[in-house]
């Protein structure tokens, strides 16, 4: 019973579960350090012989609006009757005069037309005077296909003005969470869009589940397998599964429990949180996507009477992130990995979180520069950002509800997060340029511990 009670405690380090606030509100309020004007677009979308009704159009253009507006780069400006009459009585072809553009203060034109179910794009950027176009993309009815069509094409968007890659054709993984029948609590992972559309389950019968991982992908491929914890056996242990057909295997025999898996980019090692030793210590697992666990797993950082949680990869694999309460209240660690044989007392960390008191579930961006993660201000958790190059961290979410699990999108400026309430909890979207940010869960059940697909260039 003991040790069961300090491995809900690791749990609570990662993420609580409940809360008895409520959330009622679509949006949350974002505190950033400051605060980025998004390039303002003028957005044209019409319709000739398009083959859809007006409702199924209306879907179309819902689609492009979310993408415009939440990609962190531009926002769609209010249609005026100054601003239409640019392209009063033009072809689709012709984007108007740009001077007239600049005079009301626009950057970006986007000309979209459904047309014989085709789905044809005009845009062009007015400082740069470079105009593009997308032309023959076959629509077919269906709204999650179309969808995906439409995330291409704002991908491409935000690649041509901006030079970057877009994350609208970006997935996620996440927990639901669920009462069966009989009261019991039920939990499986899902997949969604990164706008939380198109969701579908991906584990079956894997028992109650919880943090999800993508296992990175080869080069240039979508990554096809997951990790993630299971209670299908009465312990805790670490599944590797398909995203294809769900089918899971165990990633090791290791006894005890095992929580809160991570991998490094390169896909050669996996950490992970084991009450092996009587502790919930950290522990390191060389690993081969093709063939498995390669080794025994190595204890990494142990102390007596310390709790650890919520390991994470630095981008290089040389760095981990980890949650100890070793000095009191659980903090965040940065600690390099140390080489075979090391002894645990040789290590040396760095704490990252300062500010604040109970802090947890850190996950480290992609281009190594920044750490996300959770901390109690005001009696409720908040997003955090710790910036290594400036060396500080910064509050990024505010107001009286929990926000946990922070995951980083693969450009480094979005975070999905999952905040709980007495309705359960609901999954968000907020980019580090604008001061909100949106809720994209869908349906009634509990989502927690959102993960985002990682890029694989």
């Not at 991906?202 to 992908?217: L, M, Q, R, S």
């Not at 709790?307 to 660690?333: E, L, R």
Request: proline share 4%; hydrophobic share 35%; aromatic share 10%.
């Amino acid at each position: 019973m003991k040790m069961f009670n300090v491995l809900m405690m690791v749990l609570m380090m990662a993420a609580p579960l409940y809360s008895a606030v409520n959330e009622d509100q679509e949006q949350i309020v974002v505190c950033l350090e400051s605060e980025k004007n998004m390039a303002p677009v003028y957005l044209s979308f019409s319709a000739e012989n398009s083959g859809f009704d007006a409702s199924y159009l209306q879907k179309l253009k819902s689609v492009f609006e979310f993408d415009l507006n939440h990609n962190g780069m531009t926002e769609i400006v209010k249609a005026t009757n100054k601003t239409d009459a640019i392209l009063k009585g033009l072809s689709f072809e012709d984007l108007g005069r740009l001077s007239d553009w600049k005079n009301q203060g626009i950057d970006y034109v986007i000309k979209v037309r459904i047309k014989d179910k085709k789905l044809e794009v005009r845009f062009v950027s007015v400082a740069a005077n470079s105009a593009k176009t997308i032309d023959g993309i076959d629509l077919v009815g269906n709204i999650n296909t179309d969808r995906r069509k439409i995330h291409l094409v704002s991908d491409k968007i935000i690649q041509v003005f901006f030079n970057q890659n877009g994350i609208a054709l970006s997935k996620f993984l996440y927990v639901a969470k669920e009462k069966s029948v009989d009261g019991k609590d039920l939990s499986s992972i899902w997949e969604a869009d990164y706008d939380g559309h198109n969701a579908r389950r991906v584990t079956k019968d894997a028992g109650y589940c919880i943090t999800p991982i993508y296992i990175p992908a080869k080069k240039d491929c979508t990554p096809g397998n997951f990790m993630f914890v299971s209670y299908l056996t009465g312990q805790s242990k670490i599944y590797i599964a398909s995203l294809k057909d769900g089918k899971a295997m165990r990633l090791n025999d290791f006894k005890g429990n095992q929580l809160m898996p991570a991998i490094t980019q390169n896909r050669d090692q996996v950490a992970f949180i084991s009450d092996y030793t009587g502790n919930p210590d950290l522990f390191l697992q060389s690993f081969n996507p093709e063939t498995g666990t390669t080794e025994k797993p190595q204890q990494i950082f142990a102390l007596k009477h310390a709790t650890q949680g919520s390991p994470t990869f630095s981008p290089d694999g040389k760095k981990i992130a980890f949650v100890s309460n070793k000095d009191g209240s659980p903090k965040i660690y940065v600690m390099n990995i140390p080489a075979k044989g090391a002894t645990t007392k040789a290590i040396k960390t760095e704490l990252i979180s300062k500010q604040n008191r109970e802090n947890s579930a850190p996950v480290w961006s992609s281009d190594g520069l920044k750490l996300a993660y959770c901390s109690m201000v005001k009696g409720f958790r908040q997003i955090f950002v710790y910036d290594f190059e400036k060396r500080q961290e910064f509050q990024v979410t505010d107001g009286a509800i929990n926000k946990e699990n922070p995951t980083f999108a693969p450009n480094n400026l979005h975070i999905i997060y999952n905040s709980t309430g007495s309705n359960g909890g609901q999954l968000y979207l907020m980019n580090l340029n604008q001061s909100k940010s949106v809720k994209i869960s869908q349906g009634n059940s509990e989502k927690h511990f959102p993960s985002f697909e990682p890029f694989s260039g």
